[in-house]
């Protein structure tokens, strides 16, 4: 399997913290590779760095053999790159199809794509993710479920090659959670697209990811299969804390 | 390139790109019987109270600045309070050029469109590197520092007299009929302004511009050129309302910063925005008429009262209308993918 993302020693300050130090990852196309780590580890600023959002203050992001460090988001969605958002983003005044229009027609680089078109296949995106019927119902009058779908749907009309799914189990219940889970997985399947899955749930990446990277502080602590990560006594510390002995 | 006529649509293929225009006759009833409206409007005020063809022009005007200012306003998520500083820049080029060089009206035409498009793209990067309550007061800011300039270089802006022996527009004989034909051209410009900026919101700027509106890093992040988009959508207008000076200084014959740069002219401009339709574009026509008639009639009914009355009606019809005049309308017809006014938090 080809790279299809290159991070290399990366690194993100906020005034006197550092975020992210010195990360290195890479993503093969057609995986699923989880992100986690506890609250603060850095995980959705080390996205925000590869989505283009945040600079980078060292290091270098490529994607697809090209170095995208200091491209903007937009050029960056157009060479395949996308995410959602943990707390959900939509356009709150655009309808839910309108909303995805954007995606379509902003997105890849398509020849001969008028505003119809675009509406016609944005339809076929939410069909998807199972909003068709909703197409006309303002975006901030979704339920939370809805809404993240909503993103999904969004990001896969940019036509992208890599997606960055932000911890979609948040806020959501076990039905809708398994629900977004066979959504993600779908998706995979009948785009092609390669995901990295940031998560706290540690049982959905266990299931989902072929493999699994570990930050902590902004440092990446592990990386490997979901099994061995599992097992990984820095990842349990960094977690349940260190045991003290009497 | 070619161009495909179907039954209801033109298709317009470009340099891989794609155009469609909806052309189906049952769309055109409403718009032709307001366009005949407003044509028929000055004619039979013509016959009946020419006096009254000012307040139409004025209404007019009002108008054609305020619709290119919606789409300012739509495509940098941002309102512009110093609209009237376009205005100073048309008015006084198009002056300075006819009273010092002899030019024609058609030229200066061409200067004001050239200095709007120049001071236009010059203030545009505002729209990127300043947000919210900065913004706001740097527009602000721009028409009182033109205001203060004028006052300096009186020698060559003439302070508060103004610049005066500017070329006429037209000169048909009579004075009332010559307001008739400023009226029709005034009209013309103001359904220019809205057939050109009607096209752009019914495009794939459109939502690209209401993404903008709405999150503009998020819309940056699904591909949308978010800097490109607020440029053009802020030099664009600004040119525009540069036009408008141009008529104001070819139509009045003289012009004066006093009368426009002020702050009392901008907040009718932000009135008849607000009140005709929160950046609806055909509430810019409604609120355009609405505000210059309800001024004249304060004026002859109240005389000394209406310049405390105006502002305090104005004040009563926007909180209580919260979508503007035209919401009333537009309440019938709802949820278009027509961006509206996000307020920005």
Known sequence: MAEILKVTNVTKSFGGLTAVAGVSLSINEG???????????GKTTLVNMICGSYSVDSGKIEFMGKDITNLPPWKRCKLGVSRTYQIPRPFPELTT????VVSALCGKDRQNRSLDDAFTEATHYLEFVGLFSKRNILARDLTLFEMRGLELARALATGPKLIFIDEVMAGLNPVEAEKAVRLIERSKDQFGVTI????????????????????????????????EVAKNQAVIESYLGERKNA | MDLEVKRDRLVFRAMGGKWEWGIEPRYWRNPLIYISLLILAPVVVYFVYPALLATVIDANLLAAIAIPLSLMTLGTGRMNFGPQFYIGIGGYTAALLSIHFGLSPGMTLIAAALAGLVFGFAMSPLSIISGGLYYTLLTLLFPLVFLEI????????????????????????????????????????????????DKILRSRYAVQMAAINDDEEVANGIGVNVNKTKIISFVIPAMMIS?????????????????????????????????????????????????????LLLIRTTGAMSPVLFPIILLILLLTLREGLFGLYRKRHYREYLPTLHVRR
């Open chain 1, 31 to 41: 995986e699923t590779v989880g992100l986690m780590g506890p609250n603060g580890a």
């Open chain 1, 97 to 100: 199809l309108s909303s995805v």
């Open chain 1, 196 to 227: 990295l899955w940031i998560e706290h749930v540690m049982a959905v990446l266990m299931r989902a990811a072929e493999r699994v990277i570990v930050l902590h502080y902004g440092e990446k602590i592990a990386e490997g299969s979901p099994e």
């Open chain 2, 150 to 197: 004028t006052f300096i270089y009186t020698d060559l802006f003439k302070g508060d007299t103004g610049l005066a022996g500017i070329s006429s527009l037209v000169s048909v004989g009579f004075f009332s009929l010559n307001q008739l034909v400023y009226a029709f051209i005034s009209l013309a410009m103001m359904l220019i302004y809205l057939f050109i900026i």
């Open chain 2, 243 to 295: 036009i408008i000076g141009w008529f104001y200084a070819h139509y009045y014959g003289t012009f004066a910063g006093v009368t426009f740069l002020p702050l009392a002219f901008m907040l009718k401009i932000l009135m008849v925005i607000m009140i005709g339709g929160r950046i609806q574009i055909y509430g810019c026509i409604v609120g355009g008429y609405f505000i210059a008639f309800l001024e």
